[in-house]
């Protein structure tokens, strides 16, 4: 549609340019240049004396040397190779040629028969000149020395002869959007331009642009600009293991080397620990470190380039470190009355293969009664075995990889366990009874005592000897018991008095026995002993 415009554009500036009244005129070209196997279109106005006629009224021949016919518009059989891209109404008399060939490189020449009016040859002749291959293109505003983050815009520009179907440019690489627009530089000459811009990184470093004409014929015209150099700060920092190892072994030492891209080259190399959260810078300055007795806590590892543009920081290195199996504490065996259960559970890289033994017989998958199972992790492997109890002596769990092998026993369970579990389980439970009911006695018996003091006030007993002594001192010291009514609390225990014991005198006062009434209170565990 774009391209119609134009066309019609040109109809009505060239037409501009013709007097109103004039005789015989014809504007075109001198010269053309034109491309083998594309199109050509050759710019055309005329005029001619008196009033405009219609296009029925006109007809236009166009000769190839002035006597070969190339198109004559009332002939259809000459419209094939060419057309008129013009009206004849308009007083345009453009031609389009929709393949060029060799032979096309000649001069033309305009012939106009008007009805009722006249017939005129134009003495103007345009030549054409055609080309075998097609023009470079231009790249304008190229440079090849750049720095990063500058912004930059490059236009590669043609020209062209076909406005109806024009080449078309294409970019290698494209690095952003791009704008396109066809300019008419006059005498039938086209250029198309197109032109992109972006913002310089280190990816355009050692990278060239190149512009392609590409025209409906399929031909192509390149054009390739210099290698850019571009400068900027340290990009993709990486810390890598050298000689390509990736897992190192615990214990062993490796080197790490810290790498860059930069323009220019870098300038310093700093190296950093990090120990959870505390970061430790490191003496070396190089881009290489030994790091030395690796383990599976060792820290991870950064470094940082700098060169005159600026820095940057490298990730974080974590060593996949590899080690030989080990077998965690919480590895055990739990027995039951009729079966056991055992878990090995075990930690290494690279996982571990755990195997079990039974009184130094390897358990397989098939044997019967036996359960095994497995689960794993990232490092850690764990294995359950469940079996009778009559199979559980002596039973091992071995952990191996390729760095090592270890082992862990769990024995003697098994036998000792059935042997001995029923009979200690039956002697606790008889001892049990046993003292239950000699409890149970005793506190029947001491029931019945309480029962029967109660019922016969008369009995005391001395707990101890020295109870029986007090009570003998009462009897012999006969000052302490001439004292005021004095009473004596003392802890006895009861025993039956004979029936033929003393009875005090009434009077209250000592007999000549020296024989003494007792006055027991209503706790039988106190006597009260006072003197009359």
């Not at 492997?381 to 769990?397: H, K």
């Not at 369970?413 to 049990?432: D, E, K, M, N, R």
Request: proline fraction near 5%; charge should be positive.
């Amino acid at each position: 549609m774009s391209i119609i415009c134009t066309v019609f554009f040109l109809q009505v500036c060239l037409q501009a340019l013709l007097p109103v009244n004039a005789d015989w005129t014809a504007r075109t070209p001198r010269s053309l240049m034109a491309l083998k196997d594309s199109c050509l279109v050759i710019p055309c106005t005329f005029n001619y004396p008196g009033q405009s006629k219609p296009q029925s009224d006109i007809t236009a021949i166009w000769y190839q040397n002035e006597y070969t016919i190339l198109y004559q518009s009332d002939k259809p059989e000459t419209q094939g190779r060419a057309a008129l891209v013009g009206n004849l109404e308009h007083k345009n008399c453009s031609l389009w040629i929709k393949q060029v060939k060799k032979e096309d490189g000649v001069s033309y020449k305009l012939r106009l028969e008007i009805r009722n009016l006249d017939k005129y040859s134009f003495p103007s002749s345009p030549h054409v000149t055609v080309q075998e291959r097609p023009t470079d293109p231009q790249l304008l505003g190229y440079r090849s020395d750049l720095t990063e983050g500058e912004l930059l815009t490059i236009t590669c520009r043609t020209t062209h002869t076909c406005i109806v179907n024009p080449p078309t440019l294409l970019w290698q690489p494209q690095f952003d959007m791009v704008q396109e627009e066809h300019r008419m530089l006059g005498e039938g000459e086209w250029e198309v331009v197109s032109k992109q811009t972006f913002l310089v990184s280190a990816n355009h470093h050692q990278k060239a642009v190149s512009c392609k004409a590409q025209y409906p014929s399929g031909q192509e015209a390149r054009i390739t600009g210099k290698t850019f150099s571009v400068l900027y700060s340290p990009q993709n920092t990486s810390v890598r293991i050298r000689k390509g190892i990736k897992t190192p072994e615990e214990g062993s030492s490796v080197s790490l080397m810290c790498s860059s891209n930069s323009n220019p080259p870098a300038t310093s190399y700093t190296w950093y620990r990090v120990l959870k959260d505390t970061i430790l810078r490191l003496p070396e300055n190089n881009h290489t470190l030994q790091a030395t007795n690796i383990s599976r806590a060792n820290p991870s590892y950064f470094c940082m380039v700098k060169n005159e543009l600026g820095a940057q920081n490298s990730t974080l290195l974590h060593f996949n470190v590899q080690y030989k199996p080990e077998i965690l504490p919480e590895s055990n065996c739990v027995f039951h009355y009729r079966q056991f259960e055992c878990q090995c559970l075990v930690r290494s890289n690279p996982s571990a293969v755990i195997t079990w033994y039974l009184s130094d017989r390897k358990v397989k998958q098939t044997d019967v009664d036996i359960s095994l199972n497995f689960n794993l992790s990232s490092s850690m492997t764990r294995s359950l075995l469940v079996g009778p109890t009559s199979l559980g002596a002596n039973i091992s769990c071995t952990a191996s990889n390729k760095l090592g092998v270890t082992q862990l026993g769990f024995h003697g369970y098994g036998s000792w366990y059935q042997s001995w579990i029923v009979p200690t389980a039956a002697a606790v439970g008889a001892l049990f009874i046993l003292l239950f009911t000699a409890a149970v006695i005793g506190c029947i018996w001491k029931r019945r005592k309480k029962d029967q003091i109660k019922k016969d006030p008369d009995i005391a007993v001395l707990k101890t000897a020295r109870q029986e002594k007090i009570k003998n001192g009462i009897h012999s010291k006969e000052s302490f018991l001439t004292a005021n009514s004095t009473e004596l609390y003392v802890n006895v225990d009861f025993i039956k008095f004979s029936k033929h014991r003393k009875s005090a005198p009434s009077s209250g006062k000592k007999s000549s026995e020296g024989s003494y009434q007792s006055v027991f209170s209503d706790r039988y565990d106190d006597a009260i002993y006072q003197n009359y």
